[in-house]
């Protein structure tokens, strides 16, 4: 009794063989030489007392021996087809997660193929962005599903320049009367940011928590591994033994 997977197992080899032998083959059909062969005599219409040689080129091989050797290698191939496609009619299982059934009587190649299915989707939830978790966040209900707001506003103040300055030393200037050199002011100016308001930043957010994704990734993990050894049991299954190959190269050859 075999199973499924055993079948699977031998299934590329079987494969790679197929295709190595019909690419041989028809490497050697196209040498037609190798099908041929001859025995040349030479004969002298007078006789000369020499003894010439027969040239003779032996047949390498026949087409019914290249097709002979070809025939084992494809009937095992396309028996092992026809059992692994009639097999997979009936090849099913269910998944189950922790002792609870998520799906039932799932076919062989749909779990395989959603093995990597769900691979994929994983990648998408590994994209999602996240809230920041040093900011407190709240559900805001009013504004719509799936949206935080902010527990506190950024505040931040709205100023206006104002430049001031101040007289280090006054300025001098000559007596009325006398000539002399008038000393200007010395003055200090800068600019001062004086404060007239402020923002109040009310900040949403449409993203979810890490814990969210956390519990997320980790659910698709799981079906991963559920789907996993779902499709490893319906692999189990008892190989259905139909044969094709025979009827198919007999024809061929009938």
Do not use: C
């Not at 949206?147 to 506190?152: Q, R, T």
């Amino acid at each position: 009794m075999s199973r499924m997977r055993e079948l699977l197992a031998v299934e590329a080899d079987a494969q790679g063989q197929y295709k190595n032998i019909l690419a041989e083959s028809k490497n050697v059909f196209d040498k037609g030489n190798l099908f041929q062969g001859s025995h040349k005599k030479l004969e002298m219409f007078q006789e000369d007392g020499i003894e010439h040689p027969v040239v003779r080129s032996e047949i390498a091989t026949t087409v019914q021996a290249r097709l002979n050797y070809n025939k084992l290698v494809v009937l095992r191939y396309f028996d092992i087809l026809l059992q692994k496609e009639s097999t997979n009619q009936v090849a099913r299982a269910d998944v189950v997660i922790e002792g609870k059934e998520i799906a039932s009587n799932l076919p062989a190649t749909f779990l395989l193929g959603m093995e990597s299915r769900l691979r994929e989707l994983r990648e998408v939830y590994v994209t999602i962005p996240t809230l920041d978790q040093g900011t407190k966040w709240e559900k805001d209900e009013d504004t719509g599903e799936g949206v935080w707001i902010a527990a506190h506003t950024v505040d931040s103040l709205k100023t206006k320049k104002n430049f001031k300055s101040e007289v280090l030393v006054e300025a001098k200037f000559p007596p009325e009367g006398y000539r002399g050199d008038s000393l200007p002011a010395q003055i200090k100016t800068w600019e001062e940011q004086e404060p007239v308001g402020k923002y109040v930043e009310i900040i949403r957010s449409g993203m979810i928590t890490p814990a969210d994704k956390s519990k997320f990734l980790g659910r698709i993990d799981m079906l991963i591994a559920a789907v996993k050894k779902a499709r490893q049991r319906a692999n189990a299954t008892e190989v259905v033994k139909v044969n094709i190959g025979k009827s198919f190269i007999d024809f061929i050859h009938g």
